[in-house]
């Protein structure tokens, strides 16, 4: 399976643009450069295939000095997925100037001022080989795409001076959404979009008692956990804030979410729902997580004392560094509602729309994890978050969700992926740009959440005796 992953994301090295001459490329303002020989030879002159003009400029972006400080840098203004780099040198006039760029290394950034190199897969920075003469194009792809909004080429080696025309190649992140047609009838029933439907998710979840049907009422099991992992911007948090401002009736941003290379999340942390109508919590708490990167992938000791429920309530880790048993909180003998009773993958639906910007390493170590989850008899959901960004019809009303082919087709792709049940997969649009709670949003959100829970319930039915056994007789006080 991550075969197919890995040369999806070559294929789509096929449908990449040319990011700053292409369709959308950028303008030449956001081309600069640590020097230039002078304005003839700036950065603006640096696109791919440009030519001389007399008097005008050179083909080609000329840096003033020659050393290893050099750069050229391009700024998109966007979030983008970023494959590889494409370079020329100097345009041809005569026999003299034979100037182009042997080798270069390239660094990527979102904020424009903390630069990260591309590296090799063993983790050394790159260095890639660049032209043998003027005219040729070479194209150099990364060994993984990265996400940036700046892209910086430094020349380590060159011919005569240190002269380049480039482009990056890749695809803006939140591109456009398409407006597809919406269909008649919808892919999945069950929602309806009312305030009724609204206030009767609301008391299902505010009244919710886990697997109530099946226990005597001597025996009370506490609360159930349920698990967000993902990759970093997947939604994860996002969707947390999302749960609770629905019960709080405003937005409710107590989980830090934003666009940041690396995950803002850094802890383990418990979150617990308050309703607006109690202070009592509701007994499930929606564990978030640091976000999954290819230096923090998760290992199978981490998984599998997670969901042992070992973690306290807020903890500080980073899922690929193994977690000690001596470090302070570190539950020694947890119970059963310790334990994590659901694992819900947040994925972010462009990405998993053309499976192009999904990082190998990170689909492998979800792949891998799911198999441990399963040994634990603990099911396993998708939140396929952002469907606002895939269908235009669906970012002006989230209604449009369940009636737009474009989700149901993300829907069932990544259900294939990940070898899941098509209704295991939930297309979700988090509060994100709103001013205010938008009761379309909070549907789509509690809706999500009941099923899983109910989910969680039928999965405890394994457990049954052994929950009447330690939560009939020693009635735990955990509250
Ligand atoms: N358009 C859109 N943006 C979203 C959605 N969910 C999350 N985001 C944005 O994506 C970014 C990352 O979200 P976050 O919740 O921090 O992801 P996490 O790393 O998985 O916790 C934030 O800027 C969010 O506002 C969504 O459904 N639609
Ligand atoms: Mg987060």
């Not at 000095?65 to 345009?91: A, C, E, L, P």
């Not at 992140?173 to 047609?181: E, F």
Request: include cysteine; hydrophobic fraction near 35%; glycine fraction near 6%.
């Amino acid at each position: 399976m991550l075969s197919s992953m890995v040369s999806a994301c070559s294929e789509c090295r096929i449908c990449s643009q040319h990011l700053v001459s292409g369709p959308q490329g950028v303008a030449d303002d956001q081309l600069s450069a640590s020097s230039e020989w002078d304005p003839l030879h700036g950065p603006r002159w640096a696109r791919l295939n440009t030519v001389f003009v007399s008097r005008s400029h050179i083909g080609g972006w000329a840096a003033k000095v020659n050393d290893r400080y050099q750069y050229i840098q391009v700024k998109f203004n966007r979030v983008s997925i970023v494959h590889g780099i494409v370079t020329q040198g100097r345009s041809v006039v005569n026999d003299t100037c034979k100037q182009y760029v042997k080798s270069f290394k390239v660094f990527h950034s979102m904020d424009g001022r903390s630069w990260t190199p591309v590296k090799e897969r063993n983790g050394e920075d790159k260095v890639f080989r660049g032209n043998s003469d003027q005219e040729t194009i070479e194209t150099n792809y990364f060994p993984c795409p990265v996400l940036a909004n700046f892209i910086r080429i430094n020349p380590q080696t060159w011919n005569e001076h240190i002269t380049l025309r480039f482009d990056v190649l890749g695809h803006h992140k939140y591109s456009d959404p398409k407006r597809s047609h919406l269909e008649e009838n919808t892919w999945r029933k069950g929602i309806e979009w009312s305030s009724e439907f609204l206030d009767g998710l609301k008391t299902k979840l505010e009244n919710y008692v886990p697997i109530k049907e099946a226990l005597d009422c001597d025996v009370s099991f506490p609360e159930v956990n349920i698990l967000f992992l993902g990759p970093t911007g997947g939604g994860k948090s996002s969707f947390f804030n999302t749960v609770h401002s629905a019960f709080r009736g405003k937005i409710f941003n107590q989980a830090l979410s934003g666009r940041a290379p690396t995950s803002m999340t850094t802890k383990f942390t418990r979150y617990t729902v308050l309703s607006s109508s109690t202070v009592e919590p509701m007994r499930f708490k929606l564990c978030d997580t640091r976000g999954l990167e290819p230096s923090h992938t998760m290992t199978n000791d981490n998984m599998r004392l997670m969901l042992e429920g070992h973690l306290p309530d807020i903890f500080m880790f980073d899922p690929g560094v193994t977690i000690a048993s001596d470090l302070p909180g570190f539950v020694k003998s947890p119970y059963i509602h310790d334990r994590i009773h659901s694992v819900v993958f947040f994925l972010d639906a462009t990405s998993v729309d053309a499976m192009h910007s999904m990082i190998p390493e990170v689909v492998q170590n979800i792949k891998s994890l799911q198999s441990a989850i399963y040994n634990h008899n603990i099911p396993i959901f998708i939140i396929l978050t952002k469907v606002d960004c895939l269908c235009a019809h669906v970012r002006e009303d989230v209604q449009n969700v369940f009636r737009c082919p474009l989700v149901e087709q993300s829907v069932n792709k990544v259900a294939e992926e990940f070898g899941l049940r098509r209704n295991a997969v939930f297309p979700m649009k988090n509060l994100e740009n709103e001013g205010e709670i938008d009761d379309n949003v909070s549907i789509l959100a509690l809706s999500h959440l009941k099923t899983i829970l109910e989910n969680v319930d039928a999965s405890l039915f394994n457990r049954l005796s052994e929950i009447k056994e330690v939560y009939g007789h020693k009635k735990l006080n955990v509250f």
